[in-house]
């Protein structure tokens, strides 16, 4: 069976886009496939890792466990919008810096559940920075490396991130 | 991903009513899916039985949080997110703002709706041994009315619930009475983030010099759906909490729950762990009643 296409709009990273996908394709795959954005990776495909994970409407989602018609609407941000005017926003720098990233699946779910927790939380604790990604699961870094790059970005022009970020509720 | 999009159909109506009466067209019909945290999970396997589903993603008339001075009433679309962010509820249903916490990530978390995770009815629901010990009531409705039910009665079976074919869960209401009693939860999964639960425990209690003058004990894991611990409430109500209540309350609650191994733990440790859990809350209860 077929259940036919639809139409769906989005702002994707700032900017309208219109797809025609089955409303139950995952976000994930609309925005691999349909708009070519393959920074937001796959990794278990069950809300587990947080490799997929986007900013929807400010919020953190597993963009593997949102249908898209469900999106229909939503402001999304990925992680290619995190950069602007080819200068990297202050946690992709600082995963750079502090080692933060390894083999590099996980990162950018990670840069994006980061974004989210200073997006609420500009001066986290360390357990606030755990909680904030442990949804989002790492086998390269042991971790630690990840939390120092947040830590880093966070000590850095906390102010300009704030008003940097999208979405912000 | 396994899972074909082309072979399900999803609507979107947009509104409760228009829902409400899509159920009702042709019950049984349509599968609601909310913020897709179990069925999407099962979608992405190939293993998404339902062919039709219709979205409550985002109603307006779902998403709530209503504070009287007799109840806080908790729309069914309300996320974990929201939750955790009431103040209403962080002071008074501290239990529920935990047990919020402890689902998924905060991925999961923003997405995940209290109404899905009742109507899903998994036996280790993180939310429900909380409410079962606030004695939450159920508001469903349907193009027939609304009813309101005591959320003890709600599931019927694994993975069962009374709600008919044309019916869906409205909203949680919360009487607003616990704020002096004693309060106590804790899951036991494999780590402290993302694990489902092995077991879990929640009681509500008031203690009147010494013996114990009213119990609620609510477990996950222990039954084939989250249920109240009629039997060892009972072993304890009215009794001093002495070593020799305490060893009848013990014995009560090994015989009256009736865990299963599965791929989470075995049945004996969740025996053990829940009488242990049982230990830690009968430490902690103080023999006075809380004051303001």
């Known amino acids: 069976m077929n259940a036919g296409r639809s139409f769906i709009e989005m702002t994707i990273n700032g900017e309208k886009r219109t797809v025609q996908a089955p409303p139950m394709k995952r976000l994930l795959d609309v925005l691999r496939e349909d708009l070519h954005l393959t920074g937001t990776k796959e990794g278990c495909g069950e809300g587990e890792c947080g490799s997929c994970s986007v900013r929807m409407n400010g919020e953190l989602v597993n963009s593997c466990l949102v249908p898209v018609l469900q ?4 402001s999304i941000q990925t992680v290619e919008g995190l950069a602007s005017n080819g200068k990297l926003h202050p946690l992709q720098q600082a995963f750079l810096d502090c080692g933060g990233a390894q083999c590099g699946i996980c990162t950018p779910g990670m840069l994006m559940a980061a974004t989210q ?7 986290p604790s360390m357990a606030e920075i755990r909680e904030g990604l442990a949804g989002n ?11 120092e790059s947040v830590i880093a970005a966070a000590a850095q022009d906390v102010e300009q991130q704030a008003q940097e970020t999208p979405h912000a509720r | 991903m396994r899972g074909n999009p082309d072979a399900h159909e999803l609507v979107a109506p947009g509104s409760l009513p228009a829902v409400l009466a899509m159920l009702a067209a042709s019950p049984g019909e349509w599968t609601p899916i909310a913020g897709g945290t179990e069925l999407m999970v099962a979608h992405a396997a190939g293993k998404l039985e339902a ?17 009287s001075p007799e109840s806080i009433v908790i ?12 103040s209403t509820i962080a002071a008074e249903f501290s239990l529920l703002a935990r047990a919020a916490s402890w689902i998924g990530s905060v991925a999961n978390q923003s997405r995940a709706t209290l109404g899905g995770n009742l109507v899903n009815g998994s036996p280790a629901a993180d939310s429900s041994p909380a409410l079962l010990v606030y004695d939450a009531e ?19 079976g694994y993975k069962r619930n009374v709600l008919a074919a044309d019916e869906l869960l409205f909203a949680v209401h919360l009487p607003r009475r616990f704020a002096l009693h004693q309060q106590y939860l804790r899951k036991v999964g494999t780590r402290r983030a993302m694990a489902i639960s092995k ?4 009681a509500t209690a008031s203690m009147e010099v010494g013996v114990v003058s009213e119990i609620r004990l609510a477990a996950a894991s222990l039954a084939p ?11 304890l109500l009215g009794h001093a909490l002495n070593p020799e209540t305490i060893n009848t309350a013990r014995h009560t609650l090994l015989a009256e729950a009736q865990p299963i191994d599965d791929i989470r733990s075995t049945a004996e440790y969740r025996r053990r762990v829940a009488v242990n859990l049982l230990d830690e809350l009968l430490l902690q209860l103080q023999p006075e009643r809380r004051s303001q």
């Open chain 2, 225 to 235: 759906f989250p249920a109240r611990l009629h039997q060892t409430e009972a072993a």
């Open chain 1, 137 to 147: 699961l790492c086998r390269c870094t042991g971790f630690i490396r990840i939390f």
């Open chain 1, 117 to 123: 927790l200073l997006a609420h939380n500009p001066h």
């Open chain 1, 71 to 74: 999106a229909e609407g939503a």
């Open chain 2, 138 to 156: 159920l508001e469903l409705i349907s193009v027939r009315g609304r009813r309101r039910i005591a959320y003890a009665k709600f599931h019927t």
């Open chain 2, 75 to 86: 729309g069914a679309g309300t996320t974990f997110r929201d939750l955790r962010a009431d």
């Open chain 2, 51 to 67: 062919r039709k589903l219709v979205s409550l993603w985002g109603l307006p008339g779902l998403r709530f949080i209503e504070t």
């Open chain 2, 199 to 202: 077991v879990a425990l929640a």
